[in-house]
Structure formats: C-alpha cells, structure tokens
C-alpha cells in the first residue's frame, strides 16, 4: 500500500469543485439502474475543469481504472463500483460494503512503480490494456496528456491535483467532499446519487457534531509517522483533519498552517502541546503505528504520551475527500471514548 504522506506532501490542498459547462436534465429513480440509463439525466459530451485541465467526458463512463483507492468510497456511494475493470490496489476491507471488497478482489491488479515521493505510478501501457473509458488517478500517477492522446479521459481526486489554486491553501469545510461528490456524480452520469450522497454525509456530521456538543475534547495534532517513527507529519488547516476534529470536539494545533501536510520537528509539535495525538495509518495494524510513534525519541515529552492520550485513526476518514471523511468524527469519537 501507498504511503499518504510521501505521495500527499507535494500535492497540498485541492481543487475546487470541478465547473461543469453541460446542462443536466430531470432524472427519475429509474435512471439510476445502469450507466446507459443514468446517462439520461447528464447531457453528453460533459466536459468538466479537472485540476485546472479541461476534460470532456464523451459518454457515461463504463470502465474504470482506478490507481489507489482513494475515489472508492465515492464510487461506492454513487453505485459505481461494478464499473470498476482494473484497480492498483486491494482495499482496507473494514472500510467498505463486503459486496465492494469482494468485486475489487476479483480484478486485475495493475502494476506499479513508486515516484520520487513514494506514490504510485501506473505505465501507459499498462492503462491501456484494461480498454478503459475513464481513469480514476492521482495527477502524478499517470500521464494525462498521453491518455487524451489515446482519448481516455482522466478525472483526478481533487486532493490531489498537482497544482491546486491558492484558494485550497486556506481551512477545509466539508464543502469539499460535497463539491467532489458532485463532480463525480456528473461525470458518472448519476447526479441523484450524489445528491443523496451529500444529504447522507451532512446528516453524518450532524449527528457527530450534536454528540460531540456535550463534551469538547480539546486540542490535537493529526499525524503520520514514517521513517520508523523518525519523521512527524502533522496535517494542517486545508487538510479534511480540520473539519473532522472539529465535528469531534476537537482543535487542529496545525490548523493555522497553509500547508496540508509537510514535515515538523518535533520541538515545535512539544510547542503547540497538542492534548491528544491522533496518528493517521494505512493497513491492518494500528497498534504497529503507535508503538513506532511512541518509540521515536523525545515523544515522551509530549503531554498527550505523558497522559496517556493517542490513538491511531484510519487515514481514510480524513483526507482525502470522500464519504469517509464524513464518517471520520464519529470514528474518531468512539477512539477519543477510550482514552483517560
């Protein structure tokens, strides 16, 4: 698997919601049954702003490769997954529907190799052999010229567009799972989906806020560790972090930095004396990822170790955005229960 922080650390913040230049007409329930019949309620070709690149869509995407599996909540919330032909990578399987971890085991896995930062890059090659219609993937993952060159359109999670504008530098809302959801329910063709999608997730984050209203947990720093616990990552204020503490009655201590993730010192964490430390992980292991955390020297002068009060979290519940970031405070509330 990936490593987020490796892959994420040049691609701070995201794009905003994708502008869509074709008109939607009235879908009805039924539209919803196949991509043919969802393709009723969006006007073809479609053509979208993805990370500054304008992408034309030319009908309802049928085959989807998707590098990592950060669009697969998404594509699960709008019912999209049997659309999925080739991944690159299997899923955290406590994260997802059974029915979604059993179709993506199923697939082809694509090969891979690793960019100077650690993410995923898939061959030209490689993509093409699996007859895509749309491609699902990180800017840096792929070439998107040569893709359009070979008239398959890539649609980019917007945390991850390669140069984001500076408006994405500055505090994250959950306005940016609900413009992503949007975007992608367009372009899939299913814009009622994601409409339900939006309405599920703001009832989510409701109900976390209400919960978290009765008792206010204080501040904490979200990090991730690497390095064998020698490099603390802290995510800040246009990080999804931001928005999934505060729905958990918790303060981000980084959420005045304009940087999404980047490398801290750990004077400086010491400094902003975090109450809790909540470390972000991929994998099966999170008790593996505070025992690295808490092995790292001179962590022991952080209150949050002296008291007791760090956690591990499923990164996928913050960044990037998607419906799982919406489930994040409530997550995030059940492991702040345990603490002293």
Known sequence: ???????????????????????????????????????????????????????????????????????????????????????????????????????????????????????????????????????????????????????????????????????????????????????LGQVLGVPELATKAIADGKAEVADAEATAAASKEGSAAALYVSSGGTTLSPYGGPSMVTPVFAAAGLSNVYADTPQRVFDASLEDIIARDPQTIVLLYSGSDPQATIDAFLSAPGVSGLSAVTNDRVIALEFPYTDPPSVLSTQGPARLTDLLATLP
């Not at 939607?24 to 702003?49: K, R």
């Not at 491609?135 to 890539?154: F, H, K, M, N, Q």
């Open 1 to 183: 698997m990936r490593t987020p922080h490796r892959f994420t650390a040049l691609l701070a913040g995201a794009l905003a919601a994708a502008s869509l230049t074709a008109c939607a007409s009235t879908a009805g329930p039924e539209d919803t049954e196949s991509p043919e019949a969802a393709a009723t309620s969006v006007s073809y070709p479609l053509t979208i702003d993805n990370c500054g690149t304008a992408v034309t869509i030319e009908h309802a995407p049928t085959r989807i490769v998707m590098v990592n599996n950060d669009a697969l909540a998404n594509l699960e919330a709008l019912g999209a997954v049997d659309r999925i032909v080739a991944v690159t990578a299997t899923p955290q399987s406590e994260l997802y529907e059974p029915a979604t971890v059993a179709a993506i085991e199923k697939l082809a896995v694509l090969s891979t190799q690793q960019n100077s930062t650690g993410g995923s890059v898939v061959s030209q090659e490689s993509i093409l052999g699996s007859d895509p219609d749309l491609v699902i993937a990180p800017e840096r993952a792929v070439d998107r010229e040569a893709l359009a060159a070979a008239g398959i359109p890539l649609f980019s999670p917007t945390a991850y567009c390669e140069n984001p504008p500076a408006a994405y530098t500055q505090t994250a809302t959950f306005d940016r799972v609900w413009n992503e959801l949007e975007a």
